[in-house]
Protein backbone atom coordinates (compact mmCIF):
# COMPACT_ATOMS: atom_id res chain seq x y z
CA UNK A 1 0.00 0.00 0.00
CA UNK A 2 1.22 3.63 -1.00
CA UNK A 3 2.10 5.97 1.99
CA UNK A 4 -1.35 6.11 3.65
CA UNK A 5 -2.67 10.09 5.01
CA UNK A 6 -5.67 10.94 6.98
CA UNK A 7 -6.70 12.92 4.01
CA UNK A 8 -7.25 9.59 2.02
CA UNK A 9 -10.42 8.71 1.40
CA UNK A 10 -12.20 5.43 2.90
CA UNK A 11 -13.02 4.20 -0.33
CA UNK A 12 -9.73 4.68 -1.73
CA UNK A 13 -7.60 2.63 1.28
CA UNK A 14 -10.09 -0.40 0.27
CA UNK A 15 -9.60 -0.15 -3.26
CA UNK A 16 -5.82 -0.24 -3.12
CA UNK A 17 -5.85 -2.71 -0.38
CA UNK A 18 -9.07 -4.94 0.20
CA UNK A 19 -7.97 -6.23 3.32
CA UNK A 20 -8.09 -2.75 4.47
CA UNK A 21 -11.72 -3.49 4.72
CA UNK A 22 -11.68 -5.63 7.96
CA UNK A 23 -9.73 -3.22 9.73
CA UNK A 24 -12.28 0.01 8.94
CA UNK A 25 -14.78 -2.17 9.99
CA UNK A 26 -12.78 -2.99 13.54
CA UNK A 27 -13.12 0.73 14.05
CA UNK A 28 -16.88 1.05 12.73
CA UNK A 29 -15.69 2.88 9.69
CA UNK A 30 -17.98 2.86 7.02
CA UNK A 31 -16.51 2.78 3.76
CA UNK A 32 -19.03 1.85 1.90
CA UNK A 33 -21.84 4.72 2.09
CA UNK A 34 -19.25 6.53 3.60
CA UNK A 35 -16.55 5.49 1.43
CA UNK A 36 -16.49 9.31 0.17
CA UNK A 37 -14.97 10.64 3.32
CA UNK A 38 -11.41 10.80 4.37
CA UNK A 39 -10.11 8.94 6.91
CA UNK A 40 -9.83 12.00 9.22
CA UNK A 41 -13.65 13.16 8.76
CA UNK A 42 -14.93 9.42 9.02
CA UNK A 43 -12.57 9.21 12.76
CA UNK A 44 -13.80 12.90 13.74
CA UNK A 45 -17.93 11.42 13.29
CA UNK A 46 -17.55 8.15 15.34
CA UNK A 47 -14.95 9.25 17.58
CA UNK A 48 -12.04 7.18 16.39
CA UNK A 49 -7.96 8.15 17.07
CA UNK A 50 -6.85 8.42 13.54
CA UNK A 51 -3.79 7.75 14.13
CA UNK A 52 -4.96 4.01 15.81
CA UNK A 53 -6.59 3.69 12.75
CA UNK A 54 -2.95 4.05 10.56
CA UNK A 55 -1.00 1.89 12.34
CA UNK A 56 -3.61 -1.03 12.65
CA UNK A 57 -3.46 -0.20 8.43
CA UNK A 58 0.15 -0.17 8.50
CA UNK A 59 0.25 -3.34 10.29
CA UNK A 60 -1.29 -5.22 7.09
CA UNK A 61 1.82 -5.97 5.43
CA UNK A 62 2.20 -9.46 4.11
CA UNK A 63 4.69 -11.93 5.62
CA UNK A 64 6.66 -14.27 3.31
CA UNK A 65 4.36 -17.25 2.10
CA UNK A 66 5.18 -20.31 3.09
CA UNK A 67 6.90 -23.21 0.47
CA UNK A 68 4.17 -25.34 0.20
CA UNK A 69 5.51 -27.09 -2.15
CA UNK A 70 8.40 -28.24 0.56
CA UNK A 71 5.56 -29.29 3.25
CA UNK A 72 5.22 -32.62 4.05
CA UNK A 73 1.97 -34.00 3.42
CA UNK A 74 0.31 -33.81 6.82
CA UNK A 75 2.02 -30.74 6.91
CA UNK A 76 0.46 -29.11 4.16
CA UNK A 77 -3.03 -30.27 4.68
CA UNK A 78 -2.44 -28.53 8.02
CA UNK A 79 -1.68 -25.13 6.63
CA UNK A 80 -4.62 -25.34 3.93
CA UNK A 81 -6.81 -25.81 6.75
CA UNK A 82 -5.36 -23.59 9.51
CA UNK A 83 -4.80 -20.95 6.27
CA UNK A 84 -7.47 -21.03 3.58
CA UNK A 85 -10.09 -22.27 5.52
CA UNK A 86 -9.71 -20.09 7.95
CA UNK A 87 -10.14 -17.11 6.04
CA UNK A 88 -12.91 -18.47 4.03
CA UNK A 89 -15.31 -19.63 7.29
CA UNK A 90 -14.35 -16.18 8.80
CA UNK A 91 -14.80 -14.28 5.27
CA UNK A 92 -17.68 -15.53 3.70
CA UNK A 93 -20.18 -14.50 6.77
CA UNK A 94 -18.92 -11.01 6.51
CA UNK A 95 -19.07 -11.10 2.61
CA UNK A 96 -22.70 -12.40 2.60
CA UNK A 97 -23.17 -9.42 4.72
CA UNK A 98 -21.48 -6.91 2.69
CA UNK A 99 -23.77 -7.72 -0.54
CA UNK A 100 -26.86 -8.88 1.23
CA UNK A 101 -26.28 -4.65 2.15
CA UNK A 102 -25.64 -3.45 -1.36
CA UNK A 103 -28.38 -5.12 -2.36
CA UNK A 104 -30.80 -3.95 0.20
CA UNK A 105 -29.75 -0.39 -0.33
CA UNK A 106 -29.47 -0.29 -4.10
CA UNK A 107 -30.97 -3.24 -5.62
CA UNK A 108 -34.06 -1.31 -6.41
CA UNK A 109 -32.52 1.14 -8.48
CA UNK A 110 -30.37 -2.08 -9.99
CA UNK A 111 -31.95 -5.80 -10.39
CA UNK A 112 -29.09 -6.99 -11.44
CA UNK A 113 -27.88 -7.15 -8.12
CA UNK A 114 -30.20 -9.97 -7.38
CA UNK A 115 -28.43 -12.08 -9.67
CA UNK A 116 -25.27 -10.93 -8.23
CA UNK A 117 -26.47 -12.11 -4.81
CA UNK A 118 -27.89 -15.01 -6.10
CA UNK A 119 -24.58 -15.82 -7.80
CA UNK A 120 -22.53 -15.22 -4.02
CA UNK A 121 -25.27 -17.48 -1.96
CA UNK A 122 -24.72 -19.95 -4.53
CA UNK A 123 -21.28 -20.13 -3.94
CA UNK A 124 -21.36 -19.74 -0.22
CA UNK A 125 -23.97 -23.01 -0.10
CA UNK A 126 -21.18 -25.07 -2.19
CA UNK A 127 -18.40 -23.99 -0.78
CA UNK A 128 -18.84 -24.09 2.59
CA UNK A 129 -20.27 -28.13 2.45
CA UNK A 130 -16.92 -28.69 0.14
CA UNK A 131 -14.71 -27.45 3.15
CA UNK A 132 -16.21 -29.61 5.80
CA UNK A 133 -15.74 -32.81 3.76
CA UNK A 134 -12.20 -31.90 3.47
CA UNK A 135 -11.69 -31.18 7.00
CA UNK A 136 -13.76 -34.52 8.29
CA UNK A 137 -12.92 -36.94 5.16
CA UNK A 138 -10.07 -36.17 3.36
CA UNK A 139 -7.77 -34.27 5.46
CA UNK A 140 -7.97 -37.14 7.94
CA UNK A 141 -7.09 -39.37 5.66
CA UNK A 142 -4.21 -38.06 4.63
CA UNK A 143 -2.55 -37.76 7.62
CA UNK A 144 -3.28 -40.81 8.27
CA UNK A 145 -1.87 -42.15 5.37
CA UNK A 146 1.18 -39.95 5.33
CA UNK A 147 2.26 -41.50 9.06
CA UNK A 148 0.71 -44.55 8.47
CA UNK A 149 3.68 -48.14 8.58
CA UNK A 150 1.33 -50.12 6.68
CA UNK A 151 -1.28 -49.60 4.12
CA UNK A 152 -4.58 -48.11 6.12
CA UNK A 153 -7.91 -49.25 4.93
CA UNK A 154 -10.36 -45.97 4.25
CA UNK A 155 -14.25 -46.60 4.22
CA UNK A 156 -14.32 -44.86 0.76
CA UNK A 157 -11.82 -47.28 -0.64
CA UNK A 158 -8.45 -45.52 -2.30
CA UNK A 159 -8.09 -41.67 -1.07
CA UNK A 160 -8.36 -40.95 -5.25
CA UNK A 161 -11.94 -41.02 -4.32
CA UNK A 162 -12.19 -38.07 -2.34
CA UNK A 163 -10.03 -36.42 -4.23
CA UNK A 164 -12.09 -36.92 -7.39
CA UNK A 165 -15.35 -35.79 -5.71
CA UNK A 166 -13.25 -32.57 -4.42
CA UNK A 167 -12.20 -31.82 -7.64
CA UNK A 168 -15.90 -31.51 -9.27
CA UNK A 169 -16.68 -29.32 -6.70
CA UNK A 170 -13.67 -27.15 -7.27
CA UNK A 171 -14.72 -26.59 -10.93
CA UNK A 172 -18.39 -25.93 -9.75
CA UNK A 173 -16.60 -23.19 -7.37
CA UNK A 174 -14.71 -21.89 -10.13
CA UNK A 175 -17.86 -21.70 -12.48
CA UNK A 176 -20.02 -19.85 -9.88
CA UNK A 177 -16.64 -17.61 -9.53
CA UNK A 178 -16.29 -16.73 -13.45
CA UNK A 179 -19.92 -15.90 -13.06
CA UNK A 180 -19.57 -13.37 -10.73
CA UNK A 181 -16.51 -11.79 -12.57
CA UNK A 182 -18.71 -11.48 -15.34
CA UNK A 183 -21.56 -9.66 -13.80
CA UNK A 184 -19.39 -7.57 -11.73
CA UNK A 185 -17.02 -6.55 -14.24
CA UNK A 186 -19.69 -5.72 -16.84
CA UNK A 187 -23.06 -4.82 -14.89
CA UNK A 188 -22.39 -2.89 -11.52
CA UNK A 189 -21.88 1.27 -12.24
CA UNK A 190 -19.02 2.97 -9.62
CA UNK A 191 -21.91 4.51 -7.92
CA UNK A 192 -23.13 0.58 -6.66
CA UNK A 193 -20.56 -0.10 -4.40
CA UNK A 194 -17.66 2.06 -4.96
CA UNK A 195 -15.76 0.60 -2.03
CA UNK A 196 -17.36 -2.32 -1.20
CA UNK A 197 -16.82 -3.74 -4.38
CA UNK A 198 -13.38 -3.88 -4.19
CA UNK A 199 -13.83 -5.53 -0.34
CA UNK A 200 -14.72 -8.33 -2.05
CA UNK A 201 -12.78 -11.06 -3.24
CA UNK A 202 -10.13 -9.92 -6.50
CA UNK A 203 -12.83 -12.39 -8.63
CA UNK A 204 -10.25 -12.96 -11.48
CA UNK A 205 -7.63 -14.44 -9.15
CA UNK A 206 -9.56 -15.60 -6.01
CA UNK A 207 -10.09 -19.59 -6.57
CA UNK A 208 -10.72 -22.24 -4.64
CA UNK A 209 -7.35 -23.89 -3.32
CA UNK A 210 -6.09 -26.30 -4.63
CA UNK A 211 -6.18 -28.99 -1.93
CA UNK A 212 -6.28 -32.04 -4.09
CA UNK A 213 -3.50 -30.84 -6.17
CA UNK A 214 -1.25 -30.20 -3.86
CA UNK A 215 -1.62 -32.79 -1.32
CA UNK A 216 -1.90 -35.35 -4.18
CA UNK A 217 1.15 -34.52 -5.36
CA UNK A 218 3.12 -34.58 -2.07
CA UNK A 219 1.42 -38.04 -0.61
CA UNK A 220 2.16 -39.37 -4.18
CA UNK A 221 5.42 -38.68 -3.66
CA UNK A 222 5.38 -40.11 -0.39
CA UNK A 223 7.24 -44.14 0.09
CA UNK A 224 3.95 -44.78 2.29
CA UNK A 225 1.44 -44.25 -0.59
CA UNK A 226 2.87 -46.77 -3.31
CA UNK A 227 -0.29 -48.70 -1.52
CA UNK A 228 -3.66 -49.95 -2.49
CA UNK A 229 -4.73 -45.89 -0.99
CA UNK A 230 -2.40 -43.97 -3.31
CA UNK A 231 -4.01 -41.46 -5.30
CA UNK A 232 -2.63 -42.80 -9.11
CA UNK A 233 -1.98 -40.82 -12.38
CA UNK A 234 -5.21 -38.55 -11.64
CA UNK A 235 -4.82 -35.11 -13.12
CA UNK A 236 -6.28 -31.82 -11.45
CA UNK A 237 -5.92 -28.11 -11.39
CA UNK A 238 -3.36 -25.98 -10.24
CA UNK A 239 -4.23 -22.45 -8.83
CA UNK A 240 -4.58 -20.70 -12.08
CA UNK A 241 -7.09 -23.25 -12.96
CA UNK A 242 -4.88 -24.89 -15.29
CA UNK A 243 -4.18 -28.67 -15.74
CA UNK A 244 -1.19 -29.81 -13.63
Known sequence: MSELTIDRTLADVVTEEPGAARVLEGFGLDYCCGGRRTLADACRREGVDPNRVLDALGDLAPGPEPDWAQM???????????????????????????????????????????????????LRDDLEPHLRKEESVLFPMIRELATATEPPS????????????????????????????????????????????????????????STCTSTRRTTCSSPRSSSSSSVGPHRGRDHSGSPT
Open 72 to 122: APEELVDHLETTHHAYLHAELPRLHALVDKVTGVHGGRHAELADVRAAFVA
Open 154 to 209: FHCGTLANPISVMLAEHDRAGELLATLRRMTATSLPPTVAPATGRSTPDWPSWRPT
